[in-house]
């Protein structure tokens, strides 16, 4: 997300980590995709953006009745995708109008905040046009319909109440924030397991959210479409393409070992928890849910449960994950590796047999009228 951006911009320069660097190690999927070509004023309008709307959605919480303290909370922590209230109940303690409010917020929270910015700018037609907002905006709808007709079943009747209970766990999960309403560790396995599916893979690319990322997701799916087509026809020259856009190879290789290191490592947390006692479903989901930053999951880590009954070995296990999911491995691999941490502000020391030469060419000046004409030419 955007902290780790401004995180590199404003302090790593000091030991010697470039911003440009994290920037790089932070893209997601296909490109960077700056709004401005510096890094710093990349950040400066991105987080300009990221208070605006934190501040529209803190004053429609008052003016839905929320307290100054709460909603100030509630509307930092949902453009943060960071799920805390100052409720036990989480966003259940309030209002439907204040839950329809908090819909929105988290689901923009999880939108590319690029995007976010292009709209600002009077370029609302970007964010329509782009593909993985359109997936996004599926996968949202998609699940939720899924997960409303799931519940009508299992509850023997349908209502706008079951609407807004399915579309809030929803987003909550696709956009890795974790507030809460309702218990879906206990709704049907259909929606259960729809809902594990979203808390892999997380929100947009360039959004607060954690997770795989959308837009990864959407290289990964149809590059495995394009190989099974090239099964069936073993001549065609096929390009993977997302929106329209073709994907260099190079960069799918990038999301495939991503995607490879993320499952690996998850379910690396999945058999440290499963060694310590825990369940297979809590600690699948509870692995799962440190990873992609999300809070609650299933079982005994639901949304009715917490991890305070875990001992220190799981809690340090789930510190590391989420540490490792929230810096996405390839900063942290930027932040720890020392070949990594260059000087760019300054010159690089030349070789020593330059060196020499120099020293050769001022010790010659003395004699000579111009003493430029002895300095040696660069190599």
């Not at 400066?44 to 100054?68: C, D, K, Q």
């Not at 109940?89 to 590319?112: E, K, R």
């Not at 594990?196 to 947009?204: A, D, E, K, T």
């Not at 875990?310 to 810096?327: C, E």
Request: with cysteine; aromatic share 8%.
């Amino acid at each position: 997300g955007m902290g780790i951006i401004v995180l590199g911009v404003a302090i790593l320069p000091l030991i010697g980590v470039g911003g440009a660097q994290l920037f790089s190690a932070e893209a997601p999927g296909m490109t960077t995709d700056k709004v401005q070509p510096r890094i710093a004023t990349t950040a400066r309008l991105l987080w300009g953006v990221y208070v605006a709307m934190t501040a529209i959605v803190g004053i429609a919480y008052l003016i839905l009745g929320m307290s100054l303290f709460d909603a100030v909370n509630h509307a930092m922590s949902a453009l943060a995708t960071g799920g805390f209230s100052t409720r036990t109940a989480s966003m259940g303690y309030y209002s439907p109008a204040i839950q329809w409010v908090t819909i929105l917020a988290m689901f923009l929270a999880g939108v590319n905040f690029t995007l976010h910015y292009r709209t600002f700018t009077g370029h609302p037609r970007e964010m329509f046009r782009n593909a993985e907002w359109q997936w996004y905006l599926a996968s949202v709808v998609a699940v939720s319909s899924i997960c409303f007709a799931a519940l009508g079943v299992s509850e023997g009747g349908f209502s706008l109440e079951l609407v807004r209970r399915a579309s809030f766990s929803v987003v909550s999960v696709h956009s890795t924030t974790g507030f809460g309403t309702a218990d879906f560790a206990a709704w049907p396995l259909v929606a259960q397991v729809l809902l594990l599916g979203l808390m892999f893979m997380g929100g947009m690319g360039g959004s607060t959210g954690g997770g795989f990322k959308v837009i990864r997701g959407a290289v990964v799916t149809q590059h495995v479409l394009d190989e099974i087509r090239k099964v069936l026809h073993p001549r065609a020259v096929i390009i993977t393409r997302v929106g329209g856009k073709p994907i260099r190879e190079d960069l799918v290789l990038k999301v495939l070992a991503f995607l490879a290191m993320y499952m690996a490592t998850h379910a690396v947390g999945t058999l440290v928890l499963a060694a310590l006692g825990h369940d297979l479903v809590t600690s699948l989901s509870a692995s799962l849910a440190a990873l992609s930053s999300i809070g609650p999951g299933l079982g005994e880590v639901g949304p009715a449960g917490n991890y305070g009954h875990m001992g220190a070995p799981a809690l340090i296990t789930l510190s590391g994950l989420m540490l490792l999911g929230r810096l996405e491995f390839y900063t942290l691999l930027v932040l720890l590796i020392p070949s990594t941490w260059t000087r760019s502000h300054r010159t690089p020391r030349p070789p020593r047999i330059w060196r020499r030469q120099r020293r050769r060419a001022f010790s010659r000046a003395e004699t000579q009228s111009d003493p430029m004409s002895s300095w040696p030419s660069h190599p």
